[in-house]
């Protein structure tokens, strides 16, 4: 048995550090991801005690931001990419540019050359991938109008960085780094830009094509193992093909994957199964962010730290917030997006490193940088939190429950009293509801997808778009008056939490949810439910009814009279 085990080790001390950090930040009120950058600083070589593997840490958290991008993927088409182009595309690049002119100007208030203001702007231009899908999963807004301009516009920032990380070498020395022997810039621009686009072919014409294909072959093997093998598979091949083939980023990759996934039926169990591996992996791309973040550069240069930090904050949203009211859209989107994107991530550590190989950015820079990313991704769950509230308090004064979607019909107006509340509206909550609605019952639902909210409506089913697990979304739609709730979602932790904030407001509720699983059952009962249904509990006993009905076909034949012995 070897005594040095870097890998274990690493794995070890992140995912038990972070889950210390995390309840402890859950206690205090703090969003968990505070407590995992924290336990990332803890196990950081500029920190005394457990020293990580510094060089593993960051390539086991690629992983999560593959599996992350691969899962936004099945939830997004080719058609919802299209759609936002006409945003995303000239709104990425617009504050691509103020971002950089910012950090252009910082380093020239500091001392530092062009081309490190250059690369400085660049790298606090980026957005971390997983800090804003992670947002827009907490609040259902992944199928959102305003989640699908966030991640194009994230999308267009990813293609951007590509050809920045290969056109800067080429550029190093005309910005006063050090020149590249045998580089040309109109030739690595050419190259690129011809591995971007036969990725993009090959991903629509071939995968669209021989994903789906292995995906239901393996399903019809029966095998859940070699089922969840085939997702994880993919994900993490086909992002790795990518960037050794094509030079494109892991997380452009697996999100491509999982868009051609998108088309076949079982894209939705294929999320489900990669559920688990996305959020563990997750949480070791922030204590790999901790990791790498020295405290001391808090003390040697406040004032640039302050700089950085503002930049990344009030001008980056300032910038998002002005272009996308310049296209029309209402302030909510135009504050979802400014929020989403004031944090920085894995670009930026990238780009730092490469500008310091360069000789283009000094060593304080790249701390300057994680200063950046370190600080302004636990800033930006409390931002989220404060545009919560602004919206509950403006839907309050307004004394309208519409979803904050601006193409949404307003819809019939939500009961107040003496009603059941459904969340979700897929294919088990869109039955429940249906039922409900045609006995009468006095019904509201929330949910997070806008397609799914507009159906409900022209029901005449009164609905609210947004994730129930926020209490100021159940608060919308009066939890304190209602008489049931029924969560008939299958992600079993935030129904726990949906549950929970309902007995919170009103402990007299009736409270029904759904399971999957005799452990998930045991969980939404700890949680406060009445009753849990398991789906699988009630096949069998439907099952069972209909043998009882066909009981004829199960009875068993009478034995044919045995045939005489020869004599």
């Not at 991801?33 to 020293?51: E, R």
Request: hydrophobic share 55%; with cysteine; net charge negative.
């Amino acid at each position: 048995m070897p005594h040095s085990t870097p890998l274990i080790a690493t794995l070890v001390s992140a995912f038990v550090l972070a889950y210390v950090a995390g309840m402890l930040a859950q206690r205090l009120r703090l969003p968990p991801i505070v407590g995992y950058l924290l336990a990332g600083v803890a196990i950081g070589p500029f920190t005394p005690g457990i020293v990580a593997d510094q060089a593993l840490a960051p390539e086991l958290s690629e992983i999560g931001v593959i599996l992350l991008m691969f899962g936004v993927g099945l939830h997004f088409s080719l058609g919802d990419l299209l759609a936002v182009r006409a945003i995303a595309l000239p709104g990425a690049a617009v504050q691509i540019a103020i971002a950089t002119a910012l950090g252009m100007l910082l380093a020239w208030a500091i001392g530092w050359s062009a081309g490190s203001g250059l690369v400085l702007g660049l790298a606090l231009s980026t957005a971390s991938t997983v800090v804003l899908l992670r947002a827009l999963e907490e609040r259902g807004l992944l199928e959102t109008q305003r989640g699908r301009i966030a991640i194009g516009w994230l999308i267009v920032e990813d293609l951007a960085m590509v050809l920045t990380l290969v056109l800067l070498p080429a550029l190093a020395g005309l910005l006063g780094g050090t020149a590249q022997e045998g580089v040309n810039l109109y030739a690595a621009l050419g190259l690129t830009l011809a591995k971007v686009a036969a990725f993009v072919a090959v991903m629509l014409v071939v995968g669209r094509r021989a994903i789906p294909w292995l995906l239901e072959r393996t399903a019809g093997t029966g095998s859940r193992e070699l089922f969840t093998l085939a997702v994880l598979g993919i994900a993490l091949g086909v992002a790795y093909a990518s960037a050794m083939l094509f030079g494109v980023s892991f997380a452009l990759g697996a999100f491509f994957a999982g868009m051609v996934l998108n088309e076949s039926k079982l894209s939705h169990q294929a999320a489900q199964e990669s559920l688990p591996f996305r959020d563990a992996f997750a949480v070791l791309f922030f204590v790999s962010v901790g990791m790498l973040f020295d405290p001391s550069i808090l003390v040697r240069a406040p004032l640039p730290v302050l700089g950085v930090l503002a930049i990344i904050l009030v001008g980056k949203s300032i910038g998002a917030f002005a272009i996308v009211r310049a296209f029309g859209r209402p302030a909510e989107v135009g504050l979802t997006i400014a929020t989403s994107l004031a944090q920085i991530g894995e670009f930026a550590f990238i780009l730092a490193g490469l500008g310091i190989e360069l000789g283009l950015l000094p060593k304080d820079g790249r701390d300057l940088v994680l200063a950046g990313a370190i600080l302004s991704i636990c800033a930006n769950p409390l931002l989220f939190v404060a545009l919560d509230r602004w919206l509950a308090r403006r839907d309050a004064a307004a004394a309208a429950a519409a979803p904050r979607e601006p193409d949404l019909p307003p819809g019939p107006p939500l009961p107040e009293r003496d009603h059941v509340i459904l969340v979700g509206f897929g294919r088990v909550g869109s039955l429940v509801g249906q039922r409900l609605h045609d006995e009468g019952t006095p019904l509201a639902l929330i949910e997070p997808d806008a397609d799914a909210v507009e159906r409900a409506r022209a029901l005449g089913i009164p609905a609210l778009a947004g994730n129930a697990a926020a209490a100021e979304r159940l608060a919308a739609v009066h939890v304190a008056g209602a008489r049931a709730i029924v969560v008939a979602i299958p992600q079993a932790l935030e129904a726990g939490q949906i549950i929970r904030h309902a007995r919170e407001a009103n402990p007299a509720i009736a409270v029904l949810a759904r399971a999957h699983s005799d452990d998930e059952v045991a969980y939404l009962l700890g949680c406060g439910a009445d009753a849990a249904v398991m789906g699988e509990r009630e096949i069998a006993r439907s099952m069972c009814e209909s043998i009882d009905g066909l009981a004829r076909w199960f009875q068993p034949r009478a034995a044919a009279p045995a045939a005489p012995d020869a004599a």
